[in-house]
């Protein structure tokens, strides 16, 4: 496509649950959805120019000077690549293909990346509420001991490794590849967090043993039954970036985790989900939004 062309909605093909379905009665979760899906078409398709710079936080802001990952490298393999949602800080195709090189050599197979961000960062169509300044990345936690065919990579969707009925781990689909992969993504010191199921946090503590800081990092949140989440902190020459701050103290394998496991108690008073805050002032001119921005889009919780 042409540079300022629009471009057409990407098919959703990411699939895990919502923070809001544990919030909110069906009707207002389905116009939930709906908005959600209908996030801004952005007039452009590719980084904006000048020195990388993520502005805002994770869940309201942009990126200039974004990188892309190639759809294929060594260990590594883009899934979904239609969905142009490739982009992301330097620093985060770096830290990409250092995960991949680090798993192909624990012998763990092809790494199957999933989201990063825009081209430009924003707000994405689908339920994603963060991946808006280049410092977020979905990797699947199915992994390969070949790529998957071309003809496969765009809308492909992975199967749960939680069981929705029991809130548990299927044994025959996760073991000890996928905790591999997720205590690598945690070595990285530029990592500040990595969002998994609540089972799988569950497993991780139960098979950790004495070597326990490393679990801090993982963090439980609704869905993610099929992918890690992993985020990044702001670069530190990024002067214009909101960082989220460092997770609580300890392991998270306590009490916090036991909330997570157990069913919502009750069903909480209906009200309408917010609207998202206006993007910051920088990202207006960014995502082309400097004459007004679009119709507000319901946003749920940051992922924390």
């Known amino acids: ?103 192909a050599e624990a012998g763990l197979g092809t790494l199957r990346v999933g989201d990063l961000s825009a081209a430009r960062g924003g707000r994405l169509p689908g339920t994603h509420a963060s991946h808006q300044t280049g410092l977020d990345v979905d990797v699947w936690l199915e992994m390969g001991r070949a790529p998957l065919p071309p003809g496969m990579l765009d809308g492909y969707d992975f199967p749960p490794l939680v069981d929705a009925a029991t809130r548990r781990l299927d044994p025959q689909r996760y073991g000890p590849a996928q905790t591999a992969l997720v205590r690598l993504a945690t070595g990285d010191g530029r990592v500040t967090r990595v969002f998994v199921n609540p089972a799988i946090k569950l497993a991780l503590c139960q098979s950790a043993g004495e070597d326990r800081d490393w679990l801090r990092k993982v963090r439980p949140w609704f869905g993610h039954a099929a992918h890690i989440h992993v985020r990044l902190a702001c670069p530190a020459d990024a002067a214009a970036c909101v960082d989220q701050g460092p997770p609580p103290e300890g392991d998270g394998c306590g009490e916090e985790l036991a909330g997570w496991l157990e069913p919502p108690p009750g069903t909480p008073p209906a009200r309408p989900p917010a609207p998202p805050p206006e993007p910051p002032a920088a990202c207006l001119d960014i995502l082309g939004l400097a004459g007004g921005q679009p119709g507000p889009t319901p946003q749920p919780t940051p992922a924390r």
Not at 49 to 67: E, F, Q, R, V, Y
Request: with cysteine.
């Open 1 to 103: 496509m042409g540079p300022g062309r629009p471009l057409p909605p990407p098919r959703p093909t990411h699939r895990d649950t919502d923070p809001m379905a544990t919030r909110y009665p069906l009707p207002i979760l389905l116009l939930y959805l709906a908005a959600l899906a209908a996030a801004p078409a952005y007039a452009w398709d590719g980084p904006a120019p000048g020195l990388p710079a993520p502005i805002g936080s994770h869940a309201n802001g942009c990126i200039a000077g974004a990188a892309a990952l190639p759809a294929e490298g060594p260990g590594y393999q883009a899934v979904n690549p239609g969905r142009r949602r490739t982009f992301g800080h330097p620093e985060l195709v770096d830290f990409v293909k250092g995960l991949a090189a680090q798993s």
